[in-house]
Nanobody, 113 residues
């Protein structure tokens, strides 16, 4: 079992920035595949960024160039710049461990004037 705890969400105006963090209950070195999902009201959960073993990250076209995924030995991060109202969602981190997927509870990000 893996527990994941996200933090860093909040409310910002369009054009603002937030940095999300994800703290796993195991060392980040245990996870080959990591990433971030988000779910907007009335929509399916969608993968927006992922990396395999720290290699070059993949990004959804809607966030590429604005969001940056990174990781260190203890946490997974998502730097979000130039936020738009359509980025409003619950953001959850994701890891694959021992062949199973795990998600955190999520952190709310709201972008509005």
């Amino acid at each position: 079992q893996v527990q994941l705890v996200e933090s860093g969400g909040g409310s910002v105006q369009p054009g603002g920035s937030l940095r999300l963090s994800c703290a796993p209950s195991l060392s980040m070195s245990r996870f080959y595949l990591t990433g971030w999902y988000r779910q907007s009201p009335g929509k399916e959960r969608e993968l927006i960024a992922s990396t395999a073993d720290g290699t070059a990250a993949w990004y959804d076209a809607g966030v590429k160039g604005r969001f940056t995924l990174s990781r260190d030995n203890t946490n997974l991060y998502l730097q979000m710049n130039n936020l738009k109202p359509e980025d409003t969602a619950v953001y959850s981190c994701y890891v694959a461990y021992d062949g199973e997927p795990y998600w955190g509870q999520g952190t709310q990000v709201t972008v509005s004037y």
